[in-house]
């Protein structure tokens, strides 16, 4: 009794065994930790005085998974699905006392025991699939055996977890403690061993094992998951378990990891996962700095943005004021506002009440007065400069001191918007991602005054909002869209020398993005970067040519496709094959047919090239901040780990050699390989290397 190792303790109480680990911060299962469990398990075992276990965790979670960091290395006995044997196999009960997340592979050795106590916020999943994996470690057997395959099936390829209410109702657990969860679960033990309760083995349950309907299930679940391959195991693993003995699917389940976990897929997903936590850390930033208060927000300019930025603080519960220039113009914002919210409750996405408790914390105001005593301020107001700079010496003159004044300009220079105010250090970029109250990413723009506070302020924001953060520095377009521009000057080049939009579109879509340049384009609107290429001189033939056009987009119907009404599906559009075919004869440019292959070749590769002159001018902290960006802001295929993740797959000296190719051909100098390219690439090395 007493500490059995740095992490595992075990206590009685009477005749009940309570073996607790505290592993901060979320408890996961690395070897201290199942090597003291499986010794605490063990002198139980072959303890007379012992009737029952009780698995608990300390701290703010039950395990919320296995350590990743083990994974892709020999493992270290004993493994998870070992541990999880003994505890199946005890011969007296074992009851699991679930509070927080029992996830991955904490929820499969709460599944192994006998009984599940939780307490009443308990979530459990299983999330492997997000890593590109399956659960490991006899999930895909025994949660069929529990709730069904069907429902089993949903929760593995999604991810999702289930909170304990649904879970008591699913028979996953078996009780929602009332109070003291570590005591119910003593109590019930109590129970078990009064009442002779015979221990119930999941594995030895086939009473839910009915097939039926889950073909259609699988199908349904892994229809938009294409070019993936956990989801696909998934499936096959939880059918193995209305087929196969259960050993022989655990065996199974087994062999389907360890293929994943060694997988290219997998490994680019698990380096998405470390980068977002990396991204989070800023340097420069000294050690203890703390966050200012964020109990409420201020929104200006109900436009499109301003109104997905408000939805944002609304669903995170805190209370936010939208402002706007004229009641009209309010009312419309606030009008978009409300319609997006029926329409996700029309979906099925969110209860009638808490869309009237989201709608409860915005209020609408006319004039610039009202942020009041907002504690961060966030404009959203057309991009224009001297408009963006007048907002800002009226917040200088109304905004409390000390308040976070944040800007999500997608261009504009963020030192000379802070330069506006007498409180430069309490500016910042925030550049939210459309629509603002879905994506995911928020780059966060460190101007060369923000104060160290204000940075730590706006990350502390992201994570309240249930943003991924990335921090970046001034420059136009900042990482993401000034990548993006790359790729735009090579789509247009390629419609002028023989590709039609769709077969651009096709490309990008079976390379895994969930759409391509041209349809981006036409969401976004084609008029918006119009004015902004007016306004800076610069040309692109076809688009303008469209924009004359009166070609905006969806807006209007027609952009690069045309849209019928109600419906986002891109149709070819024969005026447009007209408009490239008349520009390219008046530029005497000779068309011919041009491959997939070099058609990501060229939008890719320019865009990887500016990733790297973005790391060069220390735009970017790391190259994994890059990955993280394109993954959360531009829904590039976690899959393929990030635009420089996947450069470092193909290979540095590939990749320099055809923007070597690609600049000589064309005579676009600003295609030859970044320095930084190149210096890696003789050096062998790659942006992982960085
Ligand atoms: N649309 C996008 O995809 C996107 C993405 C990221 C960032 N942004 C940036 O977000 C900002 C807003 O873009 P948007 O697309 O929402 O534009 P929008 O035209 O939809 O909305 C701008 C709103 O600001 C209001 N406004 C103008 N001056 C104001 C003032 N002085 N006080 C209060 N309200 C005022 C306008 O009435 C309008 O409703 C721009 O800086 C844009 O570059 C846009």
């Known amino acids: 009794m007493g500490n059995i190792n740095a992490s595992v303790d075990l206590r009685r109480d009477g005749r009940i065994a309570i073996v607790t680990t505290d592993n901060p911060p979320v408890n996961a299962l690395k070897h201290e930790v199942r090597a003291g469990l499986a010794e605490a398990l063990g002198q139980v075992r072959d303890d007379d005085d012992v009737e029952a276990v009780v698995i608990a965790c300390a701290g703010r979670t039950f395990f919320a998974g296995a350590d990743i960091t083990e994974f892709g290395r020999p493992p270290q006995a004993p493994s998870l699905g070992e541990f999880i044997a003994a505890i199946e196999t005890m011969p007296k009960p074992v009851v699991a006392a679930l ?68 879970a008591l109702a699913d028979g996953v657990v078996d009780e929602i403690a009332a109070g003291d969860l570590t005591g119910s679960a003593i109590a019930f033990a109590r129970r078990v061993v009064a009442d002779r309760r015979p221990l119930r083995r999941v594995r030895d349950r086939d009473d839910k094992l009915v097939a039926e309907g889950f073909a259609d299930a699988a199908a349904a679940l892994t229809r938009r998951l294409r070019g993936r391959e956990a989801p696909a ?182 030192d000379e918007i802070a330069g506006s105010t007498s409180r430069p250090q309490d500016v910042v970029g925030t550049h939210f991602f459309s629509p603002a109250n879905v994506m995911r990413l928020l780059e966060i723009v460190r101007g060369a005054k923000s104060g160290p506070d204000a940075v730590v302020t706006a990350l502390t924001l992201a994570r309240l909002l249930g943003k991924v953060p990335a921090v970046v520095g001034v420059c136009y377009g900042f990482v993401g869209n000034r990548m993006l521009a790359r790729r735009s000057v090579e789509a247009e080049r390629l419609l002028l020398e023989g590709a039609s939009p769709q077969e651009v ?49 969806q807006k209007t119907g027609i952009g690069y496709f045309r849209y019928q009404a109600g419906s986002r599906a891109a149709i070819p559009d024969p005026e447009v094959e007209r408009i ?33 002159r973005i790391l060069e001018d220390g735009i970017a902290t790391r190259p994994g901040d890059i990955d993280v ?43 030859r390989p970044a320095a930084l390219i190149s210096r890696l690439a003789a050096e062998n090395r790659g942006f992982a290397t960085f």
């Not at 378990?241 to 990891?257: H, N, Q, T, Y």
């Not at 969110?350 to 007065?369: F, H, K, S, W």
């Not at 301020?377 to 010496?393: D, H, Q, S, T």
């Open 580 to 612: 490239i075919l008349d520009t390219a004869a008046r530029l005497g440019v000779t068309r011919r047919k041009i491959g997939p292959e070099e058609i990501i070749e060229r939008t890719v590769f320019p865009m990887i090239n500016e990733g790297a």
């Open 233 to 414: 195991a998934c499936v096959e693993a939880v059918r193995n378990a209305m087929i196969l003995p259960f050993d022989e699917g655990l065996k199974r389940e087994s062999e389907l990891f360890q293929k994943l976990v060694a997988g290219d897929q997998s490994k680019a997903q698990r380096h998405v996962f470390f980068a977002e936590r990396e991204a989070a850390k800023v340097p420069g930033i000294p050690m203890g700095t703390k966050p200012r208060a964020l109990a409420n927000g201020a929104v200006i300019g109900a436009g499109t943005m301003g109104g997905g930025i408000a939805m944002c603080f609304a669903n995170a519960g805190i209370p936010v004021t939208l402002i706007e220039t004229s009641n009209d113009l309010l009312q419309k914002g606030l009008d978009r506002i409300a319609a997006n919210y029926r329409a996700t409750v029309a979906r099925g996405g969110l209860a009638g009440d808490e869309m009237d408790r989201r709608l409860g914390q915005i209020t609408g105001a006319v004039g610039i007065d009202a942020v009041g005593d907002a504690d961060v301020v966030i404009e959203a107001v057309f991009e224009e400069m001297a408009l963006k700079k007048r907002v800002f010496a009226d917040l200088d003159r109304v905004a409390k001191p000390g308040a976070l004044l944040a800007t999500n300009t997608s261009t504009l220079d963020v």
């Open 629 to 671: 960006i394109w993954v959360y802001g531009y829904g590039w295929p976690v899959w393929r780990g990030g635009p420089m993740y996947y450069a470092d797959r193909l290979g540095l000296p590939h990749l320099r050699d055809r923007l070597t190719f690609y600049a000589e051909r064309s005579g676009d100098q600003s295609l």
């Open 99 to 166: 509070h927080g997340t029992a996830l991955g592979g904490g929820f499969e050795l709460a599944l192994a025991c006998h009984f599940r106590v939780a307490a009443a916020g308990a979530r459990v999943g299983l999330p492997e699939v997000r890593l590109g994996l399956l659960p490991g470690a006899g999930g895909t057997q025994r949660l069929p055996r529990l709730v069904g395959p069907e429902k089993a099936l949903k929760m593995i390829v999604t991810g999702e977890p289930i909170g304990a209410v649904e």
């Open 505 to 553: 579109e096709s490309a990008h879509v079976e390379f895994g993005l969930p759409m391509g340049p041209f349809a981006m384009m036409d969401l976004a609107g084609l008029d918006v970067g119009w004015l902004i290429r007016k306004s800076r001189g610069e040309h692109a033939v076809i688009e303008d040519a469209l924009c004359e056009a009166g070609h905006f987009g």
